[in-house]
């Protein structure tokens, strides 16, 4: 089915008992990020507030839990548009020859009359045109303490290449500069940062035009890693099998979805120069910093009558981003096996790897050097370029099954031989590279090695029995073992001194139990919970860069760096943002407001866990040493 704005999809979710409304005033600064925080970690309903201190009530939430995702792109499960998908990849992939492709062609045309339609005059979307342009009439939200401002978190904006006429619609945050201006957070991967650099060299204004809401379906397909020349609401269609129309802008000559809730217009200058935006707490759990981006002016707002303003909220894992990311894998799983590596099975993005961070992939494995080949593959292949830690598995072990994974990492992985360590293109978000964009990566090929690819192994590997007397050092404050897992991991955790710590001179000093072949030491930040694997694995994959951090110890072991590198010898040369979470002023006034808000029983606040890894500072911790 298809939602007629998003008025129709709430209706939809508070009938399935799936939403909550809350009626009391409630703070879109800082106050309404807490208590979508509190329900996104406890598996709770969407939310939707209808006092923001504006006209239009805030929806937030709505995408995170399989049901309410799987309705938003029309689908019982998300498991059946990755069958789909499937089924017309393989139809065509299958077919012997040219004309043989032909007769497969009914599925192909059926999805090209699903191309986009033009309406003339006004669609639902133009229903009110605001007289005066005034960012302020829509309750946009300052999400976490020491963002640079308020953020429009879920724009869907539309642009078009100067030469080739091309479109896109991407998703890139926009900062609320002021009445009639935002920042354009589009970063040099995406196709919008590519339509802006085409738009430079032709000069004068480039038109672009901003859409809230509308069908949910809209909100996931700018966030889907599309080829460039495909248009994403061709995917849209094709999930909701129904066309989208489009309708033309009031003040510039692109084309939005007819049926969405609001409406911004506008246009980037491309003589102006480019102004300060940010910080803000990310997706990955860390400040992203300040940086120069291009500025938006705006010249018209259109809504419906009905509309409702879509937010969401992102940082530390789990958010709601975390079940776009699974509809990810189920969708583009059929792409990348017919156009990558047709022997995966199964590819999984744990949540706790922030999309990028960490890919799991299941093979079927059945020539030598298949892990490796899988692994160069997927480090080159579009959005998976950038992707920093990538394991892969044989199957039939399932690339979400975490235990099975880390069993057959210590069952097949020779750390001589196993571990592909490289550099290449890294989010630009990634703050723990030495340099912006690029940094180090590292393949794990944890497959079942065939008989040409055996040499002499190690992995009868002793318990580890350590006491915390038997690890010692001024700067390590903690340890734990999994020694009733069975697998051979310690993690410790450190607090470093003001005058710095030396992490190699630390690895060098570990006891005898830890430098034994097949053995891997974790250090991380002193106040990490060790007790939670989410945790452990979003720290790894988010404050290591595998090239640096990554040592091979004399004894055979593994160590692996996963400290924030401030107080660090040598000094890191870039700004290490801080942890993202709530301040205790806004915990304790949602503390105290709960019961007011009538979003069922009492949930703590998932920051006074993140607390004890902030450092001093706000955004950004200095990473100098303290002389």
Known sequence: MSFNGLVTFVDFLESRGDLTRVSCNVDPVLEITEIADRMVKNGGKALLFEDTGTAFPLLINAFASDERMAAAISRSSLSDTGREIFSLVDSISQADGFSGKLLRLPGMLNLLRLSPRRKRGRGECQEVVEPVVDLGILPVLKCWPHDGGRFITLPLVHTRHPETGSTNLGMYRMQVMSKDTT???WH???TGA????????RGGRMPVSVTLGGDPVYTYAATAPLPEDISEYLLAAFLRHKRVTLVKCLTNDLWVPADSDIVIEGYIDTSEARVTEGPFGDHTGFYSLADQYPLFHVTCIT????????ATIVGVP??????????TEKIFLAPIRLTIAPEIRELHMPVAGVAHNLVIVSIEKTFPGQGMKVLSSLFGAGQMMLSKYIIVVSSPVHADDYRAVADAFFSNVRFEADLLVTRGPLDVLDHSSDTFSVGGKLGIDATVKLSEERIEEFHSVPLLLLTDA???GDSITGMKTFAEYGQPVVVLTVRKPPEGLDMHKLAASLPAPLTLAGTVTIALDDGADTDDPAMITWLVTGNSDPARDLYHLEGGALFLDATSKTDSIPAFPREWPNVVCSGMETITLVDRRWNEYGTGSFHESPSLKLLPLVKPGEASVDTKRKK
């Open 470 to 472: 038997e690890v010692t």
């Open 303 to 310: 809504h419906r009558k009905n509309a409702v303003y879509p």
């Open 194 to 201: 590519r339509h802006y650099e085409a738009w430079k060299l």
């Open 183 to 185: 920042g354009m957070h």
């Open 188 to 190: 040099r991967h995406k």
């Open 318 to 327: 789990p958010m709601e981003d975390a079940w776009m990311g699974k509809a």
